[in-house]
């Protein structure tokens, strides 16, 4: 089974300050982890995802995560946050070597910049 | 806009009702996942269906089905419906890249709210 926590139900930054939203996961083989940002009353956006390769990936809007194997996360990171940069995030996982499941999603954080 | 097209946006109706929300893919996406998103619960996988046939089963109720259409479109259905069924539905519908890796693009969502 493949699961995924996002820690913080809300984390809060100042405008201009980095932020990091995290997420842990669990699969029982290799993970395919995403990143996913929801405007209010939007759908989910696509911001960035990690297959392979450097464990520093780049995403939309300046936003990129950090691949930690070995203490199972993919936390969210921006070196300077914007006030647009508001939003519900969600960090999602599915196992590589599964089957048709859709992807697990974490519950979400609210991530709020302040001027 | 993500190119998937979910309607009705809103949908309000009584316990022990009948709905069903409609979903359209992107155009040539043949895979098309419904969620169902609430506070408690988060985002929770309900079923996947490719070019017509049900791939995989999440946590989807015996209440609810689902099916795709040889167009490609996917109905859910929710029937006997319960005060805690309501819920932003979204779908998503994705695309295999070239290196063999799925993303997915998520509708706008039916908000549904039971009364």
């Known amino acids: 089974a493949q699961s995924v926590a996002q820690p913080e139900d809300q984390v809060n930054v100042a405008e201009g300050n980095p932020l990091t939203v995290k997420c842990t996961y669990s699969v029982s083989g290799n993970p395919y982890l995403f990143w996913y940002v929801q405007y209010p009353n939007r759908g989910l956006q696509f911001l960035l995802k990690?297959?392979?390769?450097?464990?520093l990936v780049k995403g939309s809007y300046g936003f990129e995560a950090e691949f930690n194997k070995s203490q199972t996360s993919f936390h969210l990171k921006k070196p300077s946050a914007l006030v647009s940069d508001s939003a519900l995030y969600f960090c999602a996982v599915r196992d590589l070597g599964g089957g048709a499941d859709g992807l697990t999603f974490g519950k979400g954080t609210h991530l709020i910049i302040q001027p | 806009d993500s190119g998937v097209t979910q309607t009705p946006k809103h949908l309000i109706t009584a316990t022990g009702q009948r709905v069903t929300l409609r979903c359209s893919p992107r155009?040539?996406?043949?895979?098309v996942y419904w969620y169902q998103q609430s506070l408690d619960q988060g985002l929770q996988f309900l079923i996947h269906y490719y070019n017509g046939e049900e791939r995989a089963k999440g946590n989807i109720l015996e209440r609810f089905s689902a099916q795709q259409f040889p167009d490609l479109h996917s109905e859910l259905n929710l029937s006997s419906l319960e005060l805690g069924d309501s819920a932003l539905y979204f779908c998503?519908?994705?695309?295999?890249?070239?290196?063999?890796?799925?993303?997915?693009?998520f509708g706008s969502g039916t908000q549904l709210s039971v009364l």
């Open positions: 155009s040539g996406d043949l895979s």
């Open positions: 990690y297959i392979t390769g450097d464990n």
């Open positions: 998503a519908s994705s695309v295999v890249d070239v290196g063999g890796n799925e993303k997915l693009f």
